[in-house]
């Protein structure tokens, strides 16, 4: 994982909501259908995400290699699927914020982050 990257999400907190929404999604779906390819179609609302933010947040996690995706057609519009580096970042990310939020942690400093 590039420091750049986790630097980036840790600055933009909304990037992490939208992310960890498209995962979660993800997950929810398989669970539900063992057959789930993994697209998600665009989603237009992500609670504590301003909706004019949106496609910029998109267009910048598609930059970062954490979010990937497809043109489906006319009628049927783009899905977004979470990344191998955008799953493995999610876990990170909820402990450095964890961390963060605790100034008492041993880890909340973002020093930890670049030295892992």
Same mark, same amino acid.
């Given at each position: ?20 929404? #498209?995962? &979660?999604?993800? +997950? ?5 259908? !063992?057959?789930?390819?993994?697209? %998600? ?37 783009? #899905?977004? &699927?979470?990344? +191998? ?5 999610? !876990?990170?990310?909820?402990?450095? %914020? ?19």
């Amino acid at each position: 994982m590039i420091d750049l990257e986790l630097e980036q999400m840790m600055e933009n907190p909304e990037w992490c909501l939208v992310l960890n929404h #498209y995962s &979660q999604l993800q +997950r929810q779906a398989k669970e539900q259908n !063992p057959e789930f390819d993994g697209w %998600i179609g665009r989603q237009n609302k992500v609670e504590g995400v301003v909706l004019e933010r949106l496609p910029r947040i998109h267009g910048k996690l598609i930059a970062f290699d954490l979010l990937k995706f497809q043109l489906s057609g006319r009628d049927s519009g783009v #899905y977004y &699927q979470v990344t +191998r580096l955008g799953e493995k970042m999610l !876990p990170r990310l909820e402990k450095l %914020i964890t961390s963060a939020s605790n100034p008492e942690s041993p880890d909340s400093d973002l020093t930890y982050a670049k030295s892992a």
